[in-house]
T-cell receptor
Framework: GAGVSQSPRYKVAKRGQDVALRCDPISGHVSLFWYQQALGQGPEFLTYFQNEAQLDKSGLPSDRFFAERPEGSVSTLKIQRTQQEDSAVYLC??????????????FGPGTRLTVT | DAKTTQPPSMDCAEGRAANLPCNHSTISGNEYVYWYRQIHSQGPQYIIHGLKNNETNEMASLIITEDRKSSTLILPHATLRDTAVYYCIVVSQGNLIFGKGTKLSVKP
């Protein structure tokens, strides 16, 4: 079946521009996660949704980062006034349920953001 | 959540078993051990998880020591497509913390 999809796959932004990254989770998956992965590092948690509710945004690095999932399916990660340190791969993941099943996550291919 | 320690890299010959170790000496009783892998330029892929008992699925086996302070992920017949970074994660609540993992290189 269809997995998690993300768009665009690649994004180049000039410093100061706003960007929006989209995630389409697996249909029916309750939980949705965003991660940031810098070159050579493991993914780092940004934020977590259960349906449309954003239950944890403790990993968002600054108030320039904003995520939403208004109808409990598609999610958008928005970065305002991009900085060079925002250059990374942004990964989206979804999981079927809550509890320990939350940790069996299905990841999309990521969006590689380059800020010039 | 408990911290994990993994070797930064390992090599394995194609067709042989790959045994990837993970140390989690501070694991507590309700914490699970999860394994993910990340093939180059792809998102991470869930492999397997366990609490106390050994587990096996179509991808791999997970062996957890009796004291639960360490575990080993076993890929029984490694192929070139198994070349990836393998992450061992201990979690019961909170979020997945990936660390740097072990880069497994399967060589022909």
């Amino acid at each position: 079946g269809a997995g998690v999809s993300q768009s665009p796959r690649y994004k180049v932004a000039k410093r100061g521009q706003d960007v929006a990254l989209r995630c389409d989770p697996i249909s029916g998956h309750v939980s949705l996660f965003w991660y940031q992965q810098a070159l050579g590092q493991g993914p780092e948690f940004l934020t977590y949704f259960q349906n449309e509710a954003q239950l944890d945004k403790s990993g968002l690095p600054s108030d320039r980062f904003f995520a939403e999932r208004p109808e409990g399916s598609v999610s958008t990660l928005k970065i305002q006034r991009t900085q060079q340190e925002d250059s990374a791969v942004y990964l989206c993941a979804s999981s079927l349920a809550s509890g320990t099943s939350t940790y069996e996550q299905y990841f999309g291919p990521g969006t590689r953001l380059t800020v010039t | 959540d408990a911290k994990t320690t993994q070797p930064p890299s390992m090599d394995c010959a194609e067709g042989r078993a790959a045994n990837l170790p993970c140390n989690h000496s501070t694991i507590s009783g309700n914490e699970y051990v999860y394994w993910y892998r990340q093939i180059h330029s792809q998102g991470p892929q869930y492999i397997i998880h366990g609490l106390k008992n050994n587990e096996t699925n179509e991808m791999a086996s997970l062996i957890i020591t009796e004291d639960r302070k360490s575990s080993t992920l076993i890929l029984p017949h490694a192929t070139l497509r198994d070349t990836a970074v393998y992450y061992c994660i201990v979690v019961s609540q909170g979020n997945l913390i990936f660390g740097k993992g072990t880069k497994l290189s399967v060589k022909p």
